[in-house]
């Protein structure tokens, strides 16, 4: 008789995307006449760069005779984005990364919620408050977080490091002391960051403690300052303590393209056991890479005319978030982040709830954004919007939340 | 201190197909003057159909544009796809299954992985031998399989199911009862199959004993014979017992383009939790979906021109089975399969054990097979061939044997 892993019901209501989506379809069914601008998940809008549809419309081609066609990928990922990822996101950088540390997969999410199956079941993981779901679901998932306690939104056996406005969204060491530690630089969903100086004493905890720091970089290509450390690997000691995730989403706007890769250094030995072997194994189990195509396509993001059409889009972007921090300011309201990470935080006005005020704004000015406290606890009184929109759509929901 | 999730260690040597990869490349280093023909990996050579390429050279360009730009796909897939799978996979054969029972993903390997993660740890699985090597790896992976008995290559909590000449590849229900059947027909790596007549049995057992079915069938396309099942879903009662996994790799040459579907019919509960919820719940929290360009190719494989030019593929690696059937044949070999998939099974000559076959075969006639001893250990004394090489090669690779 088959038993059901009965991690799967301790997992509270449904993922938060799900649930934002469900209510904003309601009310667009309910009021059909209004237009809602949705600057609420992280959803690219501009167009795939024209450097990179050159590249997979050849690489279409290739799939289209049999002298090019291409079947299985190498399990790591071909070469020749592999070698491209090695030079310009880390050897420009001054940091030292091998090909063969790099795994080329189909994304940040599957990756951050894979990750944990190489570690055993009675780890303690770290995480940021508020922080990006996958991180905990896919520790629920596995049995690692302990109960839940509905009323406060906490799991027993997660070791939560609240940031908010209080302690400038910097982290402090817990008490307890973790195994796994999630950190994402620039942070989603709070759109700060921290200093490569506070960045490497993170690097030093977790060397000294024996601890995995797990670095989410999704959005090292919105960092503005110079003080900010675009890879974990810019820290001294990193190679021994440090996966990093990185994806092509937000720099490139494959949300639909699907491209991502995780760093897995040869010196992460835990208990004798190498974590890129370990890493190397499942990818050759359970994963069979990402499309030759999207491959393609990633190798295009580091061609000249790649990277000067994609500066353009995340300029473009951070233009948004201006727009959004410039007029939430003005508003009145308390804002963060914006300057190096295309999300903008803000506190909820009149002690609202970020449920609350996420209906309000629903509402009053058919603007959709993200409750904080979809991200954990310390995300209560908080809400996000993202620069992802069109420019016309932000200046627009701008001029609305100004109007309320 | 991070702890490694130690079921790891148990896994014994590399992966199969990584194994006969590094035989093969000492091999072609040490004689660069010869023409290795591989009928090993189950990987096509065919290039990607015509009206698939038109219609991912369309999506590319819809890409490209912001009026038509796709971000993150649904969940569970595009509807245009889970309709086209709905109505030509199921309706046309009279199985009752609807649009929200599909999930859409990157390839049946991945999901035949990642779907025992839906069971809880201490169920018992068991699987036909010889056997795919994802089913039992990925439930080491999770703990879920005992110790490993290097001399018998068993494992301790897996309940094998012997499949071999002397009971027609047709496995008999086993002594204990499992939780978890893993069922491949047209079977990887015997090419052989079973009657619809035989499956329904199956699922009379496992809806009789509470156990639940993971049917792969990725080769339902080479099915030549009127009285074999293309979907488990054609035998009554299967939709309380059985989750089916497709692919597009082997009917379409998908295997880099990446694309699949698992199906998790709503009557499928146990204890009183709904799997296509639980999946559900897995996909929205650690996948992120295929990429459109790829899901629009697997749309174009349902068109007319698609459906035409991919039953002439099928015909061509077919036309090789035959080539290989027919040859060992004449050539004095004991042969299975290759009547409804495009594997061919063959019993190694003179007592050989299939890794001395293997070596045999390299380097006598330059031909690359996949030892049965891989596929677990009923596989011993059986060596795999496969029908996607070009018809020249298969040609040649069979007057090489038959001249040995």
Not at 42 to 48: E, L
Not at 374 to 379: D, L, N, T
Request: charged fraction near 20%; glycine fraction near 10%; include cysteine.
């Amino acid at each position: 008789m088959l038993k059901v892993n009965d991690n799967y019901q301790k997992l509270p209501g449904s993922y938060l995307f799900s649930t934002i989506g469900k209510k904003v379809a309601a009310y667009t069914q309910a009021n059909p006449d209004r237009k809602v601008i949705r600057l609420g998940i992280g959803d690219v809008t501009q167009p795939i760069a024209p450097a990179i549809i050159a590249a997979m419309h050849r690489a279409v081609d290739e799939m289209g005779k049999a002298e090019t066609f291409h079947g299985y990928a190498p399990d790591l990922g071909y070469e020749f984005l592999r070698n491209a990822i090695v030079e310009n996101d880390y050897r420009a950088r001054g940091c030292e990364i091998t090909a063969d540390e790099i795994f080329v997969s189909d994304g940040a999410k599957c990756d951050s919620g894979n990750i944990q199956e190489l570690f055993a079941l009675d780890n303690r993981i770290a995480v940021t408050d508020p922080v990006y779901p996958v991180y905990v679901d896919s520790n629920v998932m596995a049995g690692r977080t302990g109960t839940y306690d509905e009323g406060a939104g906490v799991w027993s056996d997660v070791i939560y490091m609240p940031c908010t406005m209080e302690n400038d969204f910097v982290p402090a060491f817990p008490k307890e002391t973790p195994d796994v530690i999630y950190l994402c630089f620039p942070n989603n969903p709070t759109g700060t960051t921290i200093t490569r100086k506070q960045l490497q004493t993170w690097v030093d905890y977790a060397n000294k403690n024996g601890a995995l720091i797990i670095y989410d970089a999704a959005y090292e290509a919105y960092i503005s300052e110079e003080d900010v450390a675009h890879s974990i690997y810019e820290c001294e000691g990193a190679r021994t303590c440090a996966i990093e995730l990185r994806s092509f989403s937000k720099n490139a706007g494959f949300t639909g393209v699907r491209l991502g890769f995780t760093v897995v250094p040869k010196e992460l030995v835990f208990e004798g056991q190498p974590l890129n072997a370990m890493w190397a194994r499942r990818h050759g189990t359970k994963y069979n890479g990402a499309p030759y195509i999207v491959q393609r396509a990633g190798e295009a993001v580091y061609s000249p005319e790649g990277k000067a059409q994609l500066k353009e889009q995340v300029a473009t972007y951070m233009k948004n978030a201006h727009v959004i921090y410039g007029g939430l300011k003005e508003a009145g309201y308390t804002v963060f982040g914006g300057i190096n990470a295309p999300y903008i935080w803000l506190k909820t006005p009149d002690g609202m709830t970020s449920w609350e005020f996420f209906d309000f704004l629903l509402e009053k000015a058919n603007v959709v954004g993200t409750p904080g406290a979809g991200f954990g606890p310390s995300g209560e009184g908080y809400f996000r919007l993202t620069a992802f929109g069109s420019y016309e759509n932000t200046v627009e929901a701008l001029e609305r939340i100004k109007a309320l």
